[in-house]
């Protein structure tokens, strides 16, 4: 085939696997249902998706939201939690059985550590001549656009320079400049994940740091869909005594499918062995700095926030919310034992209350809850009253005013007083407020835009969703939010984003440009639409950015998404998106799916298809539409829409459960199309470049075997290729439409992206790629070679691309061996060369046995661009009795290169007589070397005499099993002259001479 996908076996060193863990526990713990829905359709602990689906459902509708937002009181205002909602729904769709709505009993970290366990080590991770590099996205004009979210902040203890940062799935960061530049250092950890970050008062010395995995507030799949389903769940808490350069697990460990969370990790201030954690399973605590942890409180679940008594850190105060009363747990003694303290809280909630201390004065303790009343204790935690006084006013919404009714707090919720003044507080939840007289009253700080009518009190705009506020010292705030890091060092008047340099984006879709191979699109969960071009990002447009695509044939023309299908368009190269073009289809805008498909027609690029409940058509770019087909999918809405890229007529569309087509565009009623699996999700179609009626679908859930499936008659009947994917949600497919002798796809999955390769069974490639969901893959294809490029949207790591190999450098005609004696003959031929710099001869053995520890052995050097066939040979001289393996590693001038394995095993046998070698070199000053053959075992002895007869070295004196060896000598304490050296074995004797010349 034109492009080179030749692999070799390697033995696959892995012992981590990707950011996202999908958590088993469909309770209403993950999803807050209101109380109402929950009574009036029974739900419960075992409900299925279907039920719970239905029921939201008619509960959005009954408050007529439209697109998450309804009227209230004559104000347009975003239901609270239907955002939520939506991303819990179209998260799991895909991974649910879809004929009962049963939620899965597996989950993606177990099922990939499963596979990797099964597999051999011969199908270990190929190795190409490239590897995935970062894109981004890396820089943004912060405010309402910013990067993505940050979990928690951790402080060094004498350097305000160095400050570490968690994200949910994009990993723990670290900055020793302030902000200015960041570096991961978990990128390749079984979970990206980070809730927590405990820095101990020597760290300086002893470089250690400590992390609680996972994501507290809801989940890394929050904005996949995955709602407050806590859905990467901890493994633990991991240690590291190499400043994070490493990482290892410590006593506090969970099993992959343990569904717990770590919401709190405190490090005792004055003692470093000491460490406290609240879990979803209860209070731990450790005393020998994490190797054994032990369960401290009476109760066992929903402990959120922990503080210490900043004056005494035998004093500590962590909160729990598991409905009615609402308590704060106190201990007097370090964590031994806890009591329940109570707070007058009336309307009692199951996810999130945060707590607030002060060193100003030690004795106040500050609680807020999802009710948004401030509750203050001014006796250490014994007893709580609520102090603010405007209860009427929303501090959990979108309005600076608190005039709506909108909140999102059992996502986003956090709490702080400051260090230097007890008095003040601030509130962090969709916007930031202040207090400055004791949580009495308060003031919006923030708002998570400029505009009106949101922000009437013109306060600074900083990105919406807060998770965390900390004080590094008496003046300087960091908060961390759904768009980056920010500090302020004045109170909150101003606020500095220090997000640039973070790539913890969280991509559901990309769109790349087919004219410029330096453009690329990206919608981000809660970050907007973004630009990339020519290494530079833009900040495009905002919200969730949803699909995007770029104009095949003119970059004049991008489309950017917001939820449920609200396409925008772009006639100035994306500088803006003025104009909702959806708006335009007839009836107004329609009601899509959470991520909605469109696609441009290959024949004309003014021509579109959008699939909502059924497919419309604009031919004018949005201007005006026409119905496309029936309405396809009454119940639900289509999730794929999928153009023939060599018949524009022909067109499959598809929800999570059915699937249609059409050969006429649309003109007359589309046909159903019979599927291969009806128990899991379509979440991806993709047309064969050359062939209409060739294409392959891809599936969510967790049925091993069901992944891809191929059709080469238009849907009439399928042919299962999974063979070789782990058993794990199949995002995305794409067709290399180079390729023209087979079919070349490349799929990406909740752990990373595979290849398939004309007939073989799929293989990892994800070289270079941190571990990570990859939501799409594009191709730019260019005119040369390595000009062919692949792009990975990826959740929590942002952008990713590998140059894919575009030409055959090196066209191999042969490679063969043969064997004299001990000698390993290698001869191989090309029949053409571009650009060939050589070869490097590769061999693997481990004491005579196969292994896939290759060694370099030499080089032959190659001969540049030719047309003509170029013989090669290279000898391995001398080799024990064993069994080798030898691979050709073409080089570059470039510094590409690419493997060519031997297809036949070496095996060197024993030899037919026995043989003393002449030394070499000879003569020789000061080593040389002695080779001899034994064709059967037994007693060997190697001597070395002068001209004398006096012996002067025993070389060998033991039992030998038949083979070939080698003995160098160092002759470095004889003087020079003429030896000889004597072996006997069996009944064998030879005599040879050799010369030292100093």
Known sequence: MKKIYKYFTVLMLIAVLFSVIINLNTSSAQLIIPDEVKSRNNLNDNSTFFEIKRAMNEYWDSKNVKGGKFMDNGKLTKAAGWKIYKRWEYYWEQRVDQLTGEFPKTNSIYEYEKYLKNRNAEEGDNDYMTSWTNLGTNTSEGGYAGLGRINCVAFHPSDDNTIWIGSPSGGIWKTTNGGTNWNILNDNEQVLGVSDIAIPFDYSTSNTLYIATGDRDGGSSWTLGGGQGNDNNSVGVLKSTDGGVTWNTTGLTYSTSGKRLIHRLLIHPTNSSILLASTSQGIYKSTDAGATWTLKSISSSRFKDMQFNPADPSIIYCGRVAGNPTYVYKSTNTGETWVSKTVPVTVHYASQIRLAVSADNPAVVYVVCQDGQIYKSVNSGET?????????????????????????????????????????????????????????????????????????????????????????????????????????????????????GLVISQVYRIGVSQTNSSIVMTGLQDNGSKLFNTGVWSDVKGGDGMECIVDYFNTTYMYATYVEGQISRSVNNGISFPTNISANIPGGQPTGAWVTPYVI??????????????????????????????????????????????????????????MWKTTDGGATDWTPVSLPVTSNSITYIAVKNSDPNTLWITYGGYTAGEKVYESTDGGATWTNVSAGLPNLPVMCVVYDKTITDVNLLFVGTDAGVYMKDGPLNWASYSTGLPNVVVNELEIYYGNGIFEDILRAGTYGRGLWERTLESALPVELASFNSSLRGNDVILNWSTASEINNSGFDIERSTVNGQLSNDWVKIGNVTGNGTTNSQINYSFTDRNLATGNYNYRLRQIDFNGNFEYFNLSNEVNVGIPVKFELSQNYPNPFNPSTTINYDIPKDGKVSLRLFDMSGKEVATLVNEVKTAGYYSVTFNAANLSSGVYFYSITANNFTAIKKMMLIK
């Open 384 to 500: 709580y009253t609520q102090v603010n006084t405007n209860a009427g006013v929303n501090m959990l919404g979108y309005y600076t005013d608190g005039s709506d009714a909108g909140s999102q707090a059992s996502y986003d919720l956090t709490l702080v007083a400051s260090p230097s003044d007890a008095n003040t507080v601030f509130l962090g939840s969709v916007t930031t407020w202040k207090s400055i007289d004791g949580g009495v009253t308060w003031t919006a700080n923030t708002n998570w835009t400029s505009g009106l009518p949101y922000n009437i009190s013109g306060v600074p705009e900083v990105h919406a969703d807060k998770h965390i506020l900390a004080y590094q010292n008496s003046t300087t705030l960091f908060e961390g939010n759904d768009g980056g890091i920010y500090k302020t060092v004045n109170g909150g008047s101003n606020w500095t984003d220090l997000s640039n």
């Open 601 to 658: 027609s290959p024949s004309n690029n003014s021509t579109l298809f959008a699939g909502y409940d059924k497919v419309w058509k604009t031919t004018n770019r949005g201007d005006n539409w026409t119905s496309a087909s029936q309405v396809l999918s009454s119940v639900d809405l289509l999730r794929s829409v999928a153009i023939a890229p060599s018949n524009s007529n022909i067109l499959y569309a598809a929800d999570p459960a059915n």
